[in-house]
């Protein structure tokens, strides 16, 4: 099993971007499909991004299609999510999760292990 542990989390104004990576430890990384998870306050967490195994199929929730990009290197054991054009709308606490021996499925329920989270608050 691995352990994930997120960054690049911050405050940043509308429009602008920020970049959250998340690091596996552990020997297994590629056995594991990865997901970004956010939730907000009062909110139930909901699907942001997924990424297959080998990193050649991608999915995104329509909320951040063309805006955000979800990237692997399984050499360094990490995912990447880059996000651009920032809405306060994005403002959550956002988690990346890893799904053993799956597909990249947007339902929470399907991931094994989680990182702790890493906030991410734009201003309008």
């Known amino acids: 099993q691995v352990e994930l542990v997120e960054s690049g989390g911050g405050l940043v104004q509308a429009g602008g971007s920020l970049r959250l990576s998340c690091v596996a430890r552990?020997?297994?990384?590629?056995?594991?499909?990865m997901g970004w998870f956010r939730q907000a306050p009062g909110k139930e967490r909901e699907f942001v991004a997924s990424?297959?195994?080998?990193?050649?199929?991608?999915r995104y929730a329509d909320s951040v299609k063309d805006r955000f990009t979800i990237s692997r290197d399984n050499a360094k054991n990490t995912v990447l999510l880059q996000m651009n054009s920032l809405k306060p709308g994005d403002t959550a606490v956002y988690s990346c999760?890893?799904?053993?021996?799956?597909?990249?499925?947007?339902?929470?329920?399907?991931?094994?292990?989680w990182g702790q989270g890493t906030q991410v608050t734009v201003s309008s």
């Open positions: 999760a890893g799904e053993f021996e799956g597909s990249g499925r947007s339902r929470p329920v399907h991931y094994d292990v």
């Open positions: 990424i297959e195994k080998n990193g050649d199929s991608t």
């Open positions: 552990g020997a297994t990384f590629i056995r594991y499909a």
